[in-house]
């Protein structure tokens, strides 16, 4: 298969949360568990992060360079000029993850990247809110920057879990549901999540978390896009309009990389499993929309896939984080066919296999 032209743009995912939630643990993690992706965590004091010393290859005053060529630097200034700054260097980035301050609304972070120059070269992929699971309470919700890190998050990492009753996990899933009844909620203790259900490049390369890197029936096909872009929330109407940085769920996502499992299902630790389905047969874009808008089950956190539509010439480039999706249309390369790779915690297979072939026009 011929490759298009590889797209520049970077994902990025947005890191919120309270003092004391975890955010430097699990900015430890990600930089210390990267296998073969390259990604830059922009901190705004990099030196509380403990980097591992073993892993430091070099450093100076804004940048630390690691050896599995991860990069961590501070945001001195602006937010611009470090992102920037590290796009600008001769490796390429596979992500980068952006740390905000403690009282920090994630929106206005999310703005700086969709209405930005910055458009041009990276893309929202996700806001993650880490939750203490032990200290988390009405007054934190009742505060503006709280409710707006509980609202704004695509997904809800309920930290520290190994500190509280199953009976106080429940309470405050609840609480959050009050304020988002349709949050994405992951249950974590120190941070330690599947980097794949946090970055999506990690998801989607072969081998992250799914399966083997010798796995004989992955398909290692790269194809890179860059067209048209649409981001839209699960309960909101859908149109084929062009996405525009009025908010934080529209946005322009633009090139990744897709490998996509052949067949079955793959089972991964702590329940997390991942579902593939493909089919010969166009979907009907309304009833995707509606599998979207309806049934898509709250325990699938990320998703990713090549869908065909039977009212599109376009091939559709989808991807999914929390609730935030987003449709890149660019043109077939090969064979027509829907590949989709789902991943979540507890996922009725049978029912979701189910409901996406549902969505087959005939």
């Known amino acids: 298969m011929t ?23 699990l900015l430890n993690h990600i930089l210390s568990n990267q296998q073969g992706v390259k990604t830059a965590v922009l901190v705004n004091e990099f030196g509380e992060i403990g980097i591992d010393n073993d892993l430091v290859v070099t450093t100076d005053e804004d940048m630390v360079e690691l050896s599995n060529g991860c990069i961590c630097c501070s945001i001195n200034d602006e937010l611009m000029e470090a992102v920037e700054r590290v796009i600008e260097r001769p490796e390429p980035l ?3 993850v952006v740390e905000t ?4 609304d994630p929106l206005p972070v999310a703005m700086t990247f969709l209405g930005s120059e910055l458009r041009d070269q990276t893309r929202l992929d996700s806001i993650i809110t880490l939750i203490d699971a032990e200290n988390f309470d009405n007054v934190v919700l009742d505060t503006e920057v709280g409710r707006a890190q509980v609202i704004y998050g695509d997904i809800l990492l309920l930290n520290k879990c190994d500190l509280v009753s199953k009976e106080r996990l429940e309470a405050v899933e609840q609480q959050l549901r ?27 390369e072969s081998d992250k978390v799914s399966s ?11 194809e890179h896009e860059h067209d048209h872009s649409h981001e839209h929330e699960h309960d909101h109407s859908h149109g084929h309009d062009h996405g525009h940085a009025h908010s934080h769920e529209n946005g322009h996502d633009h090139g990744h990389h897709h490998h996509s ?10 329940g997390f499993t991942s579902l593939s389905f493909q089919s010969d ?8 929309q509606n599998f979207l808008d309806n049934k898509m089950p709250q325990e699938v956190f990320r998703a990713k896939g090549i869908l065909w539509f039977n009212e599109s010439e376009r091939r559709h480039v989808f991807h999914l984080a929390g609730k935030r999706f987003s449709i890149d249309d660019t043109d077939w390369s090969g064979d027509r066919k ?14 979701l296999r189910k409901q996406l072939q549902a969505c087959l026009a005939h």
């Open 3 to 25: 490759t298009a032209p590889t797209s520049t743009n970077v994902p990025v995912t947005i890191l919120s949360g309270f003092l004391g939630a975890g955010k430097t643990t």
């Open 94 to 96: 596979d992500y980068i």
């Open 101 to 104: 301050t403690d009282l920090a």
């Open 178 to 204: 009050d304020v988002k009844n349709d949050a994405r909620i992951l249950r974590s203790v120190k941070g330690e999540v599947p980097l794949a259900l946090l970055l999506s490049v990690g998801l989607f």
């Open 212 to 222: 083997p890197a010798d796995d004989p029936n992955l398909d290692h096909s790269h």
């Open 261 to 270: 499992h052949n067949h079955g299902d793959h089972q991964d630790i702590e």
């Open 281 to 288: 047969g166009p979907f009907a874009l309304r009833k995707f």
């Open 338 to 351: 829907n590949q989709l790779v789902l991943i979540g915690r507890d996922i009725d297979h049978t029912t």
